[in-house]
């Protein structure tokens, strides 16, 4: 009798899946059958250095051996929400979520359809990655979400880094439920778009928000929006429960 | 041969002259129009669709198209012209007629509070009667649609306060009111949003006086916080799409309601100072262009049209030909959020570094 194949779960993404690395030196999966691989797509920085290491072709070739019994974890771009609210605009906003309360104060309110059609745009940019993984492989496709944002915001300040080099210190950083809501806001819109392309959305593990919707304090990576090591075990755990056919860790 | 009054004019007083003999595109049809637009000057523009062109041209031209409400900067500007910013100088859509922009103004400064409330369509969104689609997939609820109508009428006090010249088109006689309180809506209720009820609507149909009166009342309230605007009117070129003036038959209840606009529009300039009249609707309409200047569906304006409005419109208005104006014409085109940009650089900035990082240690 030969052996039975594993299972082979590919992870490949940018800059979020730093943390899974960064966990997947220590990490042992409960499940012998699977066999996991972490992958940066690889790129150059505008400072002529590069990232990553794995070279976005060597990705794709390599998916298209899979099997569909095997799975790619996406967890390509992820900072769209970000770029739209991570530093305080000179004219704040504000906006409501479907069935919540409409903010009230001083800053403008943007109306919900208005910033949902904003998102596609931004969204569908970095959908087209995701299409050419999910028609690269017969392997099924899952998008993990992007870590919440973080609240603390001393800490935040504490890794000025590019923010003082930008000039945007003097502007602040948008309130911590302000983030969340767009972090929530750019989740329900990734979604809808991956069950246009028939990939499956996966939301945050469990246990990683605090009371406020924000990265508990021991997942943070040192700089702003980035998650550390122990985020990633979360979801190396979450992946495995995925690939283990465990559906409650997949996002309705 | 004895003398006469005639022989003393200039040729535009002539038809054989001004508008028979000469070539299509160098008719001209402007009488009177002392408008003096330099480009520090803001307009503001307002009005049916075809005020619309008037303000494609002039942000295209270089001039100040003065926008009070173009939406958050954070937005693309894709997105903001798909909901209706910048469109107008304020989100209001088309003001089809006089009695709009006259509850306009009152409703901006608190002295008209319609009953009317949100119309709420079959599937919970919500739509501003005022404006009912100026909102793409509307709004997501009344608290949502309140909040956004607060920050358009505190965006419309602004233009009215600051604007330097108020260009604005009138368009249509033809409208519906509230039986409660007069309001007028810009679109029959029922038709985009709302529900017809003809014991909360009627049918209400301008006279000249009403247009006058309405349209003096307003250049009265203007004045009155913005003592230095100047007022262009024109008469938008667009006939009725249909009409609902018992028995009538719609070409004809166009030239009623444009016959109206135009007789209320030079009584205001023969009344008011610094009001102009600038004739958009002869070029268009002129005999003289043997309808050349109308889409097949005889009701929509042809670019080439619209040219030949804004190019008399800036030769006389600003001693300059749209054509050579257009040097300037990125001037207020600039869409891109600078903060945005910056901010988007910083995360992938700080995403690079990351990665770099890593890959240092690994």
């Known amino acids: 009798m030969g052996t039975v194949p594993k299972k082979r779960v590919m992870v490949f993404g940018d800059s979020h899946v730093a943390a899974v690395q960064d966990a997947f030196g220590d990490y042992s999966p409960r499940n012998a059958e699977l066999e996991i691989s972490v992958h940066a797509r690889a790129r150059k920085t505008e400072d002529g250095g590069t990232a990553g290491d794995t070279p976005q072709a060597e990705f794709f070739a390599a998916i298209r051996d899979l099997d569909p019994a095997d799975i790619i974890i996406s967890m390509t771009r992820g900072n769209f929400h970000n770029f739209v609210s991570l530093v305080q605009h000179p004219v704040p906003f504000d906006f409501q979520m479907p069935g919540e309360d409409c903010p009230e104060g001083e800053a403008t309110l943007i109306p919900f359809k208005v910033l949902e059609g904003s998102f596609e745009i931004g969204l569908r940019r970095d959908l087209r990655m995701m299409v050419r993984i999910k028609e690269g492989s017969k392997a099924a496709v899952f998008q ?91 979801l190396l755990e979450q992946i495995e429960g995925i690939a283990s056919g465990d559906t409650n860790k997949i996002g309705a | ?126 739509r501003d009667p005022f404006r009912p689609t100026v909102q793409p997939g509307n709004f997501i609820s009344v608290a949502e649609m309140e909040g956004d109508r607060a920050q358009h009428l505190a965006a419309v006090r602004e233009m009215f306060e600051t604007l330097d010249v108020f260009v604005f088109t009138l368009g249509l ?99 008011h100072t610094g009001v102009h009249y600038f004739p958009s609707f002869e070029v268009i309409t002129g005999a003289y262009n043997r309808g050349q200047y109308y889409a097949d569906d005889l009701r929509n304006v042809v670019e080439d049209g619209v040219e030949h409005v804004m190019r008399l419109f800036l030769r006389h208005a600003a001693g300059e030909d749209a054509a050579s104006a257009e040097v300037d014409a990125k001037a207020d085109d600039t869409s891109e959020d600078d903060f945005l940009a910056k901010s988007a650089a910083l995360v992938e900035a700080e995403c690079d570094e990351i990665l770099l990082d890593q890959s240092a240690e690994s």
């Open chain 2, 173 to 271: 006689t033809e409208c519906w009111r509230s039986r409660a309180d007069g309001a007028v809506f810009p679109l029959c209720p029922g038709v985009s949003g709302g529900e017809f009820d003809a014991d909360k609507y009627e049918f209400y149909n301008q006279t000249a006086d009403d247009v006058t009166a309405d349209m003096s009342a307003f250049i009265e309230k203007l004045r009155a916080v913005n003592p230095a605007a100047e007022v262009v009117l024109t008469v938008s070129p667009v006939p009725l799409m249909a009409t609902a003036e018992p028995g009538a038959q719609v070409l004809s209840a166009t030239t009623y309601s444009k016959a109206v606009l135009r007789v209320a529009a030079e009584t205001l300039r023969q009344r």
């Open chain 1, 144 to 234: 993990l979400a992007p870590p919440p944002p973080k609240g603390n915001l001393d800490l935040i300040r504490q890794y000025p880094g590019p923010f003082k080099k930008l000039g945007l210190l003097q502007h602040g950083l948008s309130a911590p439920s302000l983030r969340v809501k767009v972090w929530r806001l750019y989740n329900l819109m990734l979604k809808r778009l991956c069950d246009e392309v028939g990939v499956i959305f996966v939301p945050v593990p469990d246990g990683c928000q605090g009371e406020d919707g924000c990265l508990k304090l021991e997942y943070y990576a040192p700089d702003a929006t980035h998650a550390n090591g122990a985020y990633g075990r979360l």
């Open chain 2, 1 to 126: 041969m004895t003398d006469h009054p005639y022989k003393s004019l200039p040729d535009k007083a002539f038809w054989r002259r001004s508008v028979a003999a000469p070539h299509m595109a160098d008719v001209d049809p402007v009488g009177v129009f002392e408008l003096q637009l330099t480009r520090e000057k803001k307009v503001a523009t307002a009005g049916s669709c075809f005020a619309q062109h008037i303000a494609r041209h002039l942000k295209s031209s270089g001039f100040q198209y003065y926008v009070a409400e173009p939406g958050h900067a954070i937005v693309p500007e894709q997105i903001r012209t798909e909901h209706g910013y910048g469109l107008f100088s304020a989100r209001y859509g088309n003001i089809y007629t006089a009695r709009q922009l006259l509850q306009l103004i009152d409703r901006a400064y608190g002295r008209f509070m319609p009953e009317e409330g949100a119309w709420v369509d079959a599937d919970g969104s919500v």
